[in-house]
């Protein structure tokens, strides 16, 4: 069984960073989806950011150009920069893992995972 822990949420103003963190344990393995969901109050999870085993990576329009995924192997955790908050990106953000490469459209759909983190809060004041 693979365990997901997320860190690194927390409050921040608009126009700043944060970045979060996600460490995988349980078990070995080498290939892998792993992704960033985030869910507001009253509205459903939506894909945020993805990045495979084989270094591809995927960000919502969103996001894109503002929030970035990387992979440290050695340490089993993805990161998620997160650049120029806006008022909209307040959200629990939560973790998820798969442990086989996923393509473009399926990395996107939170169904396609198995494993997730219990969430972490990000806060943007304005």
Known sequence: QL????????????????RLSCAAS???FTSYTMAWFRQAPG????FV??????DYT???DSVKGRFTISGDN???????????????????YYCAAQLWVMGTFELRASRMYNYWGQGTQVTVSS
Not at 3 to 18: C, H, K, M, P, R
């Open 43 to 46: 509205k459903e999870r939506e």
């Open 74 to 92: 050695a340490k089993n955790t993805v990161y998620m920069q997160m650049d120029s908050l806006k008022p909209e990106d307040p959200a629990v």
């Open 3 to 18: 365990q997901l822990v997320e860190s690194g949420g927390g409050l921040v103003q608009a126009g700043g960073s944060l």
């Open 49 to 54: 950011v993805a990045i495979n085993s084989r």
């Open 58 to 60: 995927a960000a919502s």
């Open 26 to 28: 349980g078990r070995a």
